[in-house]
């Protein structure tokens, strides 16, 4: 597309000469050469303000709000945020091939890697960059949405109600999966109930041709089928009703795999994917069947599986001090992910066994009984459960002398490094705000 295009498209007013453009960038953080920048304009920025670095790194063009000094060539529009849904809602209009959603409370950006990297085998497949699942990561991941791609695997997150309803209408999938529903963004959402409503808007398709993956094993399986207008309904899970069925899973640490078999249509599939995790299974499960439904051959491409490319700090393995072994799971947190990690470092059984977890945000009001629990689905799990921030505090009346709680992540360190040896294994883990990859890089060799 040329910028003269995405001028008309978006009813915006060129100025300079036009130019083929393809990437964009809304972060002078991660512009590269030859990105069109577009400044945004949020509550405690405005992207306007790094115009000049954006030229000092080779931007090719600029999308703005207002007329500024630039030698660049720059699109004026009337609202840059608008200017973005635009042009996506003009590629998604032109996009020949098909698109897949994803949405859930965990496992959104591991299933969408995951999907991309079974389709990628067998033609060019468009994805969203990163985790960019929200108003505006969403339809910046479509503005390269183009028709070389047969293939569009997009993730749709939500933190409030209506978010899901909204971009699922800009991204028009015709084929719909959920990974999972649990407690999360509880500050937006007020119980699991009405995440799994929000979640479940991902399914009112646009066309009569829709297909829903779903989990087999969600209590909230039976009201999405019921209120999908899905032509076709395709399950995944450990359920034995599911079309994808994941039996005997297993993690290998030593060889970073999680093997399981996968029950469908009568065949029996031995596979094994990258990476740690009985959850795994069941994305990978889910991919599959996306497979399937796309008419690929799942023994042709689940060969894939074991080389996909997990985002960093999600039950990634190192090494540690004193040749031990760290899981950094430091990306992100909330209770059905930590109780997974617990499962993880629970599967290790000659190794003792360290937690080290900061707390798990947006929970709201339930956040410290949420965290009590997450304490007592670990206390007879693991060795050692270490922890930093105040929402921990209601374990204090527990009898453990394992269990402590720390005011800084040096101190927690410096604690917890006195514990490690060759047979410890160390899990750390908390919400992104709580910056438990300082601890983390701190502990890997």
Not at 149 to 172: A, H, P
Not at 378 to 389: I, P, Q
Request: a neutral charge.
């Amino acid at each position: 597309m040329e910028l003269k295009d995405l001028a008309l498209v978006s009813n915006g007013l060129l100025h300079g000469d036009s130019l083929e453009i393809s990437e964009f960038s809304i972060d002078t953080r991660s512009v590269k050469e030859g990105d069109v920048y577009i400044a945004i304009k949020g509550n405690n920025f405005d992207g306007h303000d790094f115009i000049e670095e954006a030229e000092n790194k080779k931007a090719k063009a600029l999308i703005v709000n207002k007329v500024v000094r630039s030698n660049l060539p720059f699109v004026v529009v009337s609202n840059t945020l608008n200017f973005m849904e635009a042009i996506a809602a003009h590629n998604r209009s032109s996009f020949k091939g098909n698109v897949i959603g994803i949405t859930g409370t965990n496992g959104k950006t591991t299933s969408k890697q995951i999907i991309s990297n079974l389709l990628s085998q067998i033609h060019k497949t468009h994805k969203t960059e990163g985790n960019k699942n929200n108003h505006i990561g969403v339809p910046l991941s479509m503005l390269n949405m183009v028709n070389e791609y047969l293939s569009s695997v997009i993730e749709i997150g939500t933190s409030q109600v209506g978010e899901i309803k909204s971009l699922t209408s800009l991204v028009r999938p015709n084929i719909a999966a959920i990974t999972n529903v649990s407690a999360g963004h509880l500050e937006g959402l007020r119980d699991t109930d009405s995440i799994a409503k929000e979640k479940g808007d991902i399914l009112q398709f646009s066309d009569s041709e829709g297909v829903a993956v779903l989990p087999r094993d969600s209590s909230f399986f039976n009201s999405w089928i019921n209120s999908t207008n899905a032509k076709k309904i395709v399950s995944f899970g450990f359920h034995k009703d599911s079309d994808f069925r994941v039996m005997s899973p297993t993690i290998d640490v030593v060889n970073n795999l999680t093997s399981f078999q996968l029950i469908h249509s009568g065949y029996r599939e031995e596979c094994s994917i990258n990476g740690i995790g009985i959850h795994n299974s069941l994305n990978a499960a889910m991919g599959l069947a996306i497979c399937s439904v796309l008419g690929l051959n799942i023994t042709e491409v689940k060969g894939a599986l074991r080389y996909v490319d997990f985002p960093e700090r999600r039950l990634s393995i190192h090494k540690s001090i004193a040749n031990s072994i760290l899981i950094d799971d430091s990306y992100n947190s909330n209770p059905a992910s930590m109780k997974t990690s617990i499962d993880v470092i629970d599967s290790m059984k000659n190794y003792t066994k360290i937690c080290i977890f900061g707390e798990m945000k947006e929970l709201a009001k339930d956040s410290r009984s949420l965290h009590l629990d997450a304490y007592q689905y670990a206390k007879d799990k693991v060795d050692y459960f270490y922890c930093l921030g105040e929402d921990w505090k209601d374990i204090r009346g527990f009898e453990n002398k394992n269990f402590k709680m720390f005011s800084s992540h040096e101190e927690l360190y410096e604690s917890v490094k006195e514990l490690i040896n060759q047979n410890t294994v160390t899990l750390v883990k908390g919400s992104r705000s709580t910056r438990m990859d300082i601890v983390a890089d701190k502990l890997k060799n």
